[in-house]
């Protein structure tokens, strides 16, 4: 029948999820290899903006609680070498995963460059925005707590890259743009996200376009 969307198979979703985990997996270790060798991915002539402020408490008390529940467990289950090996390898594995995570919001700032603006959730989204296709930049606060992150607005089809389900910067297109999110290509007219340094990002931007 046309005009019915088919419904996502099983096999198809756990290939979905597959996929993503894998695409986490990597972004992890990205993340890692770039804060190591001190390798932002920044473009050439370009300005760095962070984003990670509103999670970096969270992570970190994370991070810090599942450090030190290792040598905790691994003395509960020292007496069982087939425990014991397991739970210290998922252990030493969850931490490195949630350090990576951090850095990979630390090394893929949003950017504002000469070829327009890069905007990024962590390893998981990167946009490329050219100031040809950029219509206006703007502060616009936005709080909405689990909103789809592509929604009909006012000026179009708004791409929403929250942090804390928050947004404080709004970039409305001149012509639709599209991006990769996970395992589909989406349409946007705008992309709306949030910066650290609000006055700073729109400063830069004013060094570009009026």
């Excluded at 986490?24 to 770039?34: F, K, S």
């Excluded at 206006?136 to 689990?146: A, C, G, N, P, T």
């Excluded at 007219?189 to 006055?199: C, E, N, P, Q, T």
């Amino acid at each position: 029948m046309t005009g019915v969307a088919e419904r996502p198979t099983v096999s198809s979703r756990v290939v979905s999820i597959a996929r993503a985990a894998w695409r986490a997996e990597v972004g992890m270790w990205q993340g890692l290899y770039r804060w190591l060798f001190r390798r932002p991915r920044v473009p050439a002539g370009g300005s760095a903006f962070s984003y990670h402020s509103p999670i970096l408490t969270i992570l970190v008390i994370f991070i810090v609680l599942s450090a030190v529940e290792i040598p905790i467990v691994d003395l509960i289950v020292h007496p069982w070498p087939w425990v014991r090996i397991p739970l210290l390898a998922l252990g030493i594995w969850g931490v490195t995963w949630m350090l990576g995570l951090l850095l990979s919001y630390l090394t893929r700032p949003h950017a504002v460059g000469p070829e327009g603006i890069r905007a990024r959730d962590g390893a998981h989204v990167d946009i490329d925005l050219p100031w040809e296709a950029v219509a206006s930049v703007e502060r616009s606060r936005d709080v909405l707590e689990k909103a789809p992150k592509v929604r009909d607005e006012p000026h179009g089809r708004t791409l929403a890259l929250r942090m804390q389900d928050e947004t404080n910067i709004l970039i409305v297109l001149e012509r639709p743009v599209t991006a990769r999110l996970g395992d589909e290509v989406v349409e946007f007219d705008a992309v709306r996200l949030w910066v650290d340094d609000s006055d700073g990002f729109l400063s830069a931007v004013r060094t570009h376009i009026p």
